[in-house]
């Protein structure tokens, strides 16, 4: 993309300053990106410390493009920078001063140590939005300590769900979850606070703390018998942490199935042969079924082992019963669907060559997201930020 093509998203025309890295604030910046904004990312230029961390995860045909670098930080600018240095810093305060928002995950004191803290922004530009991702809110004994996805799996309860699923070892799940979800806490509180901006002209600090923003996300269906006091001890959703929450095994392979109305319970039983397992009292309601979970799942997975999962998936789908066919990993990637609405792209970058790139998930009428920007090898756009504001 040139300076001169117009970006079509929602965010156009907002300036980002982003000195995040690895994954949580890279991911809430790269949706800014998608949405237009102009992301422009620091990484840093200190001996040693060359880049986002994140660029030597995995091989890349460049050495700096890992793979979930390059998933995460397509339309931002790399501009190569060492805070600790006066030029640095200086390239840094004349970004700012016209910038939207400065978004970072840097602990505050060491914001503080070079000068990059809130109020000293705040008064090179009154009306910043400035966006601080910590691991622990302030005030509480956890605040000055770092944060990782893991330990906020586990810190939440999150990692105990599994425990209370099936009596096995605490584990983690296989994704960065908790980086993930507070990346999109971290999008929200910036949109919000630009909204507030952009009504009253006015703009604030907005801390992001990972482990309060998990433990709210975690909790919304497991606070459950604990919300209303006193509780009587039954944390988690009794249908979430089922041991027996899982794709069914079909005659051929798996097949998810959601069967949520009464009337859809009703027709799926008699499809599958089972008829008057509805009329048990342990199932014919909403709440009836919740209390009995474990049978009722041990019911439908025999049920399930009687036709293929094609079978199923016509007979669910034309009884307008939700149903998906199971997919390994692999599988998505050629997933009827996704191929249709042209989900994975292949993108040809100037330095890594060829490479799969997803669309943006939501759609905009009037502003649609758009990939202006490949990710960029370190340091790329340094020279022409720099000469753009007169450095």
Not at 62 to 82: C, E, F, H
Not at 169 to 174: F, K, L, Q, S, V
Not at 252 to 267: M, N
Not at 297 to 306: C, H, K, N, P, S
Request: charged fraction near 20%; proline fraction near 5%.
């Amino acid at each position: 993309m040139t300076e001169t093509q117009k970006r079509t998203g929602p965010l156009a025309g907002v300036k980002i300053v982003d000195m995040s890295s690895v994954v949580l604030g890279p991911f809430a910046t790269l949706i800014f990106g998608d949405l237009g904004a102009d992301v422009i990312k620091i990484e840093s230029a200190q001996p040693g410390k060359a880049g986002d961390t994140m660029r030597y995860a995995g091989k890349s045909p460049t050495g700096d493009l890992g793979p979930i670098y390059t998933n995460l930080n397509r339309n931002k600018k790399s501009v190569q920078l060492d805070a600790k240095t006066e030029d640095g810093k200086a390239a840094i305060v004349a970004l700012l001063k016209d910038a939207d928002v400065f978004f970072h995950n840097v602990r505050l004191a060491g914001m503080a140590r070079l000068g990059l803290d809130y109020d000293s922004v705040k008064a090179i530009n009154p009306g910043i939005v400035y966006v601080h991702c910590a691991g622990f809110g302030v005030g509480g004994p956890y605040e000055h300590r770092q944060a990782y996805d893991d330990l906020i799996q586990g810190a939440s309860g999150f990692s105990h769900l599994s425990v209370m699923r099936d009596g096995s070892e605490p584990a983690y799940a296989p994704s960065l979850v908790a980086d993930k979800t507070v990346g999109l806490f971290a999008t929200y509180a910036t949109l919000a606070a630009l909204l507030h901006r952009e009504k009253t002209g006015e703009g604030q600090f907005v801390q992001v703390p990972m482990l309060e923003s998990f433990t709210f996300f975690n909790m919304v269906e497991n606070l459950y018998g604990e919300t209303f006091l006193p509780g009587n001890g039954k944390l988690a959703y009794t249908r979430s942490i089922n041991a027996n929450r899982k794709p069914y095994k079909t005659k051929d392979g798996y097949v998810g199935l959601v069967p949520y109305s009464d009337q859809q319970w009703e027709a799926f039983f008699e499809m599958g042969g089972r008829t008057g397992v509805f009329d048990d009292p342990r199932f014919s309601t909403y709440q009836a079924r919740t209390e009995n979970i474990t049978e009722l799942y041990a019911i439908i997975g025999e049920v399930a082992l009687q036709k293929t999962t094609d079978e199923w998936l016509d007979l669910l789908d034309e009884a307008n019963i939700p149903s998906m066919r199971f997919n390994e990993m692999a599988d998505v990637l050629t997933d009827e669907h996704l191929e249709a609405v042209n989900f994975f792209q292949t993108r040809e970058h100037p330095q890594a060559g060829p490479y799969r790139s997803m669309k943006h998930p939501v759609s905009f009428s009037a502003t649609p997201a758009d990939i202006a920007l490949d990710p960029p090898t370190l340091g790329a756009d340094t020279e022409t930020v720099l000469a753009s504001l007169g450095l």
